[in-house]
T-cell receptor, first 112, second 115 residues
Framework: GENVGLHLPTLSVQEGDNSIINCAYSNSASDYFIWYKQESGKGPQFIIDIRSNMDKRQGQRVTVLLNKTVKHLSLQIAATQPGDSAVYFCAEMKGGSYIPTFGRGTSLIVHP | DGGITQSPKYLFRKEGQNVTLSCEQNLNHDAMYWYRQDPGQGLRLIYYSQIVNDFQKGDIAEGYSVSREKKESFPLTVTSAQKNPTAFYLC??????????????FGPGTRLTVL
C-alpha cells in the first residue's frame, strides 16, 4: 500500500492507552478545522471538525481541542485500538476561502 | 470513502504518455478537487472546480489538465509535460465551495507510477 507515513512524526502507544496528536496551524484567520485519518493505501477519512467559536468538541472516542491563542489543535483518541493505526492530519480553513491547508500529518502506531 | 470513486487503483505509464485518472461522485456535491500526495508531505492542490464547465488551477497545476463536463465527474489528465508524475492522486468533493465549513470528502486514491 501507499506509505504516506514515510518521514512523518510518529507516535507509538500501547493498545488501551489514550493518544494525543497535535497540530500547529499557521493562519490566525482560520475559522474551521478538520481532522482526517488516512490508512495505508487509502484516501483520507473525515474524523471530526470544530469551528473557531468552540474550544472543544467530542465524538465517539475522539475529542478535538482548539487553542486559538497559540494556534494549536489537538486530537485525543481514548482507549486506542490497533485499528487506529494510521496517519492523522489536520486541515485549516479561513473564512471566505474554501480551500483547506493540510498539515503533513502524524503517524500513529498502536502496539497490541 | 463515501460516494466518491476513483479508478484505477494502480496505474502504470511509460514516459512521454498522457494518462487520465477518473473521479466520480454521487453525493450531489458542487465542488470537486484533485490533490497530489507524496510520501511525508501534505496534500498539494492541483485543480479544483466549483461548478460544471468551470475549473481553476491550484498550487501545482503545471503538467496537468482537467475537465468538468458533468457534475458527477472530474477527470484528471497527467500529461507528458509533468516532470515527476509518480505519486498518489486523491480526488475530493464538497457540498459547495462558497462556505469555509464545507468539509471535503476524499476518494480512495490512484497510485500512478511512471516506468
Amino acid at each position: 500500500g501507499e506509505n504516506v507515513g514515510l518521514h512523518l512524526p510518529t507516535l507509538s502507544v500501547q493498545e488501551g492507552d489514550n493518544s494525543i496528536i497535535n497540530c500547529a496551524y499557521s493562519n490566525s484567520a482560520s475559522d474551521y478545522f478538520i481532522w482526517y485519518k488516512q490508512e495505508s493505501g487509502k484516501g483520507p477519512q473525515f474524523i471530526i471538525d470544530i469551528r473557531s467559536n468552540m474550544d472543544k468538541r467530542q465524538g465517539q472516542r475522539v475529542t478535538v481541542l482548539l487553542n486559538k491563542t497559540v494556534k494549536h489543535l489537538s486530537l485525543q483518541i481514548a482507549a486506542t485500538q490497533p485499528g487506529d493505526s494510521a496517519v492523522y492530519f489536520c486541515a485549516e480553513m479561513k473564512g471566505g476561502s474554501y480551500i483547506p491547508t493540510f498539515g503533513r500529518g502524524t503517524s500513529l502506531i498502536v502496539h497490541p | 470513502d463515501g460516494g466518491i470513486t476513483q479508478s484505477p487503483k494502480y496505474l502504470f505509464r511509460k514516459e512521454g504518455q498522457n494518462v487520465t485518472l477518473s473521479c466520480e461522485q454521487n453525493l450531489n456535491h458542487d465542488a470537486m478537487y484533485w490533490y497530489r500526495q507524496d510520501p511525508g508531505q501534505g496534500l498539494r492542490l492541483i485543480y479544483y472546480s466549483q461548478i460544471v464547465n468551470d475549473f481553476q488551477k491550484g498550487d501545482i497545476a503545471e503538467g496537468y489538465s482537467v475537465s468538468r463536463e458533468k457534475k458527477e465527474s472530474f477527470p484528471l489528465t497527467v500529461t507528458s509535460a509533468q516532470k515527476n508524475p509518480t505519486a498518489f492522486y486523491l480526488c475530493a468533493s464538497s457540498r459547495t465551495s462558497g462556505h469555509s465549513t464545507d468539509t471535503q470528502y476524499f476518494g480512495p486514491g490512484t497510485r500512478l507510477t511512471v516506468l
